[in-house]
């Protein structure tokens, strides 16, 4: 079975995590393995703790560094992002069945292999999404009494994640394509 690729969409405090966290213990709880993407827009962010050992390896020239503990693998890779397509993000998330991604709206906007669940607050945002983003699986982010004109469903994803997971589980199967 090959991987789909669904990312969530929206403005800053729109529900985007939550909406992962929700879809994720769904899929999991279904047996499907999951793998999540997320875009850190802070400049010189680093997952690094400085002056722990690993940190001291990547200041002494390593540009790959492997952390291994009692329930966790980490690997840090220092390297230039500018010109990462989204196929060599993805190559790091082998053996899933989804993907999910947060951030990096740049690269999946247009993507047609990357399905998009919209966070919306409003209508307009909502009607600048159909514009911005293809294909659209699903709006998750404002009210349901805002109507849309369009065949994409809403779905609360806090009072249904199962609603919005069958959506998802639905592209796994070999006939749904974006």
Same mark, same amino acid.
């Given at each position: 079975?090959?991987?789909?690729?669904?990312?969530?969409?929206?403005?800053?405090?729109?529900?985007?995590?939550?909406?992962?966290?929700?879809?994720?213990?769904?899929?999991?709880?279904?047996?499907?393995?999951?793998?999540?993407?997320?875009? *850190?827009?802070?400049?010189?962010?680093?997952?690094?703790?400085?002056?722990?050992?690993?940190?001291?390896?990547?200041?002494?020239?390593?540009?790959?560094?492997?952390?291994?503990?009692?329930?966790?693998?980490?690997?840090?890779?220092?390297?230039?992002?500018?010109?990462?397509?989204?196929?060599?993000?993805?190559? %790091?998330?082998?053996?899933?069945?989804? *993907?999910?991604?947060?951030?990096?709206?740049?690269?999946?906007? %247009?993507?047609?292999?990357?399905?998009? *669940?919209?966070?919306?607050?409003?209508?307009?945002?909502?009607?600048?999404?159909?514009?911005?983003?293809?294909?659209?699986?699903?709006?998750?982010?404002?009210?349901?009494?805002?109507?849309?004109?369009?065949? *994409?469903?809403?779905?609360?994803?806090?009072?249904?994640?199962?609603?919005?997971?069958?959506?998802?589980?639905?592209?796994?199967?070999?006939?749904?394509?974006?």
């Amino acid at each position: 079975m090959k991987a789909i690729v669904v990312a969530v969409v929206g403005s800053k405090k729109s529900g985007k995590t939550t909406v992962i966290e929700a879809l994720t213990r769904e899929l999991v709880k279904k047996g499907y393995a999951v793998a999540s993407v997320k875009h *850190i827009s802070e400049s010189n962010f680093t997952i690094d703790s400085e002056n722990k050992d690993s940190w001291r390896f990547a200041q002494a020239g390593a540009n790959t560094i492997i952390t291994v503990a009692d329930k966790e693998v980490a690997t840090i890779e220092k390297k230039n992002t500018e010109n990462l397509s989204l196929g060599e993000i993805l190559q %790091k998330c082998k053996g899933s069945n989804v *993907i999910f991604i947060e951030g990096l709206k740049k690269l999946v906007a %247009k993507d047609k292999r990357v399905w998009k *669940i919209v966070m919306a607050k409003s209508r307009e945002e909502a009607l600048e999404a159909q514009g911005r983003y293809h294909p659209i699986l699903a709006f998750a982010g404002f009210p349901h009494a805002i109507k849309l004109d369009s065949e *994409i469903p809403y779905v609360n994803a806090l009072e249904k994640p199962r609603a919005l997971r069958d959506l998802v589980e639905n592209l796994l199967k070999p006939q749904r394509k974006p």
